[in-house]
């Protein structure tokens, strides 16, 4: 049969739009199905919501040709500075400090705000003639079959492709109606989201202080302007949601310090609740996940985009490779491929944040102890630093092309 | 997704459904027929480097094939003939057994691809003056009963400056083990009596039955069974066991 794609993608957020101009770059034809209207261009004000982009995350971005128009508007992070800190006290001496020097050189990653990210994606999806983009329109119904995956749109089209990817959240429909269980559990917290000014620059220096309730990321934005993700147990964070502005910031800026500054909001507050969600495969006949729908993780040092992206990389290459090989690119084989490359990473990074997070939120003095000296060691021992930097910024021995900023 | 109300010429339609599942049975990555899809990726990147060197075609585009005309000698069920067809090639599928030739047909079919699958052999395309760019003989040599006859009728099928790609098996103690024992006993990837030991070729025996048959050989490499990644992968140096060799035809 003739198909009217090679791959339809549902879920237009950003793994989808990364994937669409990954494959389309190599000369595959995709549909991308978003459930969401249209973003209004550059109408678009800042709504608190920023990336921190691991530099294969970056390099993905600039392979597949969207970073040129963001790079200008994303702050680089020149240093990431790990602590222990106790509530209502500074951080603990023994700090974890990672300089962008011990990498190859260049910063460690980038701060990029939501609004610029989607927009640069959704622009150059437009400019490709070999991708179909289907806003405001969901998936209904997939059945897979031996030559392809017919799918159901809520229009009441229908479509046809060699494979269908999920990439529609932690809640994936497309996971759902192919039979995929997820295995999940919450964190008892939440994490409050906002933006602040601060009259004293930040120097690209990236925070993250674990307190016992949680750990709280000071993280970089343009100007003298930072991303705070804070994450508190669910009680205390539905009291500190419900505080008014000036209270909130009054308690924020005992966590904070004041190496910032007076400090003020730049945009409104949110908070979500934290739980992680692990789909049992990440592929089944015609269809494969990405991001959340394979992986809904912690939030903690932004690893949930990165996390994504790599499924990203990883798929791309596998469906390119397979297409270039004359290889019916949505066969089992296939996409088994994908699966065994990369479960086992994501899975064991989700579980290892999943440690880091409940190693540190926790006031046991032992373990307390135990904390800063495990991370003096780190600090003394050049070679785990950088192992540890390595990982956190995504460059593991053996990456997909895209992820070190190769073309396909 | 398929359309098996579209007739097939020569088919019966009460055939349709056994062929189907036959199909089914050929393209199952799982299935009986799981050692050939395990060596595929393997066997279709040689093909495919080697085709794409000596055309100086473009590996990237996703028809790097486009105008060239190729011959796969014993197609079965078409594992390497529709990927050739999906890169452009334009392909003629030939098997001596009559019955996978409606099976293959069905499956191009239902992917959309237009493959010349016919019951014949090579020796009848040579005799009708038939003539290809490129011809695949892959893990067949060893099943002939005169190598040197069948590569002259390969030899025979390609036009001046094409290309034969031709995989078989080593004899030694090592392949014994492996193919036969190994394959056929122990995995039982393959029905016993699959192959004759006795009947696997050197590298330098074939070398030399491909000089003989008026062609010339340009590269060879082994294909390597991982048993940890379970995975195929090529070989400049252990040709112990299987092969493959690219020859031209001056």
Not at chain 1, 80 to 91: I, K, L
Not at chain 1, 348 to 361: E, G, I, R, Y
Not at chain 1, 370 to 381: H, I, K, M
């Amino acid at each position: 049969m003739k198909h009217d794609s090679d791959v339809v993608i549902a879920g237009g957020g950003l793994n989808g739009p990364a994937l669409a101009l990954a494959l389309a770059g190599a000369g595959l034809r995709v549909s991308v199905v978003d459930a969401q209207a249209p973003r209004a261009r550059a109408a678009a004000g800042f709504d608190g919501r920023a990336y921190a982009l691991a530099i294969a995350s970056q390099r993905l971005l600039a392979a597949v040709g969207v970073w040129p128009a963001v790079s200008a508007k994303a702050q680089p992070i020149w240093h990431v500075h790990a602590a222990d800190g106790r509530a209502g006290e500074r951080s603990a001496p023994f700090g974890l400090r990672f300089d962008a020097a011990e990498l190859e050189g260049g910063p460690v990653g980038y701060m990029l705000e939501d609004r610029f990210l989607a927009v640069a994606l959704a622009d150059a999806m437009a400019a490709s003639a070999r991708i179909s983009f289907i806003p405001a329109t969901s998936v209904i119904a997939q059945e897979p079959g031996s030559a392809g995956v017919s799918v159901t749109l809520s229009d009441g089209r229908g479509l046809t492709a060699r494979v269908l990817v999920g990439a529609d959240g932690r809640r994936s429909e497309v996971a759902e109606r192919a039979g995929i269980r997820r295995t999940g559990w919450g964190y008892g917290q939440t994490a409050l989201v906002c933006a602040l000014d601060h009259e004293r620059p930040h120097n690209g220096v990236a925070q993250q202080v674990f307190l016992p309730t949680g750990p709280l990321a000071i993280l970089p934005l343009p100007g003298n302007r930072s991303s705070i993700v804070w994450s508190e147990t669910d009680a205390n964070a539905r009291t500190l949601a419900s505080l008014a502005d000036a209270d909130f910031l009054a308690l924020l800026r005992t966590r904070l310090g004041d190496h910032l500054g007076p400090i003020a909001l730049a945009g409104p507050r949110f908070s979500y609740p934290l739980n992680l969600t692990l789909a049992n495969a990440y592929v089944a006949p015609r269809v494969a996940l990405v991001g959340d729908a394979a992986h809904g993780v912690h939030p903690i040092a932004g690893q949930g985009l990165n996390l994504g992206l790599r499924d990203v990389a990883v798929l791309a290459e596998v469906l390119v490779e397979a297409a270039r090989r004359g290889e019916d690119i949505g066969a089992a084989d296939v996409l088994d491929r994908y699966q065994g490359w990369r479960r086992v990473d994501a899975t064991l990074l989700a579980l290892s944040m999943d440690a880091v997070n409940k190693l540190f939120s926790n006031d046991n003095p032992l373990l307390r102890a135990g904390r800063d000296l495990g991370l003096g060691l780190v600090q003394s021992a050049p070679f785990l630093r950088r192992a540890f930097m390595r990982q956190a910024a995504g460059l593991s021995a053996n990456p997909p092309r895209l992820l070190a900023g190769q073309q396909l | 997704m398929q359309n098996p109300a579209e007739p097939i010429s020569s088919i019966n339609p009460d055939e349709v459904a056994k062929f189907e599942a036959m199909a089914a049975e050929w393209w199952d990555p799982a299935g009986k027929f799981k050692p050939l899809h395990l060596m595929n990726p393997c066997r279709l990147d040689y093909i495919i480097g080697q085709i794409a060197a000596e055309y100086g075609r473009d590996r990237a585009s996703l028809r790097p094939f486009e105008g060239l005309r190729l011959l796969d000698i014993g197609c079965g069920g078409g594992l390497l003939s529709e990927p050739m067809a999906r890169l452009g090639a334009e392909v003629v599928g030939a098997d001596a057994a009559p019955r996978n030739i409606p099976v293959a047909r069905l499956h191009a079919e239902a992917q959309g691809l237009e493959i010349d699958y016919r019951n014949t052999t090579a020796e009848a395309l040579a005799a009708a003056g038939e003539r290809f760019d490129v011809v695949l003989n892959m893990e067949v040599v060893e099943h002939v009963a005169d190598p040197q006859a069948f590569l002259t009728t390969c030899q025979q099928l390609l036009k001046t400056g094409g290309l034969m790609v031709c995989s078989t098996l080593n004899r030694n103690p090592k392949s014994w083990m492996m193919a036969i024992f190994g394959a056929e006993r122990v995995m039982r990837w393959l029905p016993v009596g699959t192959h004759d030991w006795a009947k696997f070729i050197t590298p330098d025996e074939l070398y030399a039955l491909i000089r003989s048959a008026g062609l010339d050989p340009v590269d060879r490499k082994g294909m390597v069974f991982n048993p940890v990644s379970w995975r195929w992968s090529l070989s400049a140096r252990d040709l112990s066991v299987n092969y493959v060799t690219a020859s031209v035809k001056r």
